[in-house]
């Protein structure tokens, strides 16, 4: 079975030769836990074509590297920033609810969209319906926006507080059917991870 800290400990042990202080990464075990040390320079991404895995092995990384003396934008971005170097996706980012509308936040891909109605697109549909949305065909989703022409396939996630849509998170790739059960499970959780940041 895979184990991320376990597979994080040979990562470091690797980087570790020759000179330990110059190593970024860190990870250590506490109660049964794995914990990381992490600069932000450097994420560790399993070497496996297993979504869950890579998931499993970000998850830990990502709360290490929320940073509470920074604000809310600034760990969003790091954490947008994790999963575009995990996942290679076209395009990763939240859109965060600004009175009548979504408006864009911290994201990493090309330039998006600024400002979705609710209701309008697969963001604004995932807004209004409170609830996550994958799209295996972004050209057969009624009303799609398209920020990008490249993107193919999609998955939308609610950031909540106390069951209220605060936001969403976006995730375009450039192939068909890209997104699954898998995507959606690790992407709420990261969701509920994130809506803490706003509390």
């Not at 040390?37 to 994420?43: D, F, G, H, T």
């Not at 970000?58 to 760990?75: C, S, V, Y």
Request: include cysteine; aromatic fraction near 8%.
């Amino acid at each position: 079975m895979f184990n991320p800290c376990a597979n994080s400990e040979r990562f470091v042990n690797a980087r570790h030769e020759g000179n330990s202080e110059n190593s970024s990464v860190a990870a250590q075990k506490r109660n049964g836990m794995c914990t990381f040390a992490l600069m932000a320079e450097n994420l560790f991404v399993a070497e496996t074509t297993d979504k869950q895995e890579r998931y499993l092995a970000l998850l830990p990384q990502l709360q290490a590297l929320m940073d509470p003396k920074a604000g809310a934008t600034a760990n969003v971005a790091n954490a947008m920033a994790a999963l575009k170097q995990t996942f290679g996706w076209l395009w990763i980012g939240v859109y965060m609810v600004q009175d009548d509308h979504l408006e864009l936040g911290p994201f990493q891909g090309p330039i998006a969209c600024t400002r979705i109605e609710k209701g309008k697109g697969v963001c604004g549909s995932a807004w209004n319906e409170n609830r996550t949305l994958v799209v295996p065909d972004v050209e057969a989703f009624p009303g799609h926006i398209a920020c990008s022409s490249a993107s193919r396939s999609e998955i939308v996630v609610p950031i909540q507080i106390d069951g209220q849509c605060i936001g969403v998170i976006d995730a375009d790739s450039e192939r068909l059917d890209d997104f699954d059960t898998t995507d959606q499970q690790f992407l709420e959780r990261i969701s509920e991870m994130l809506s803490k940041l706003y509390v």
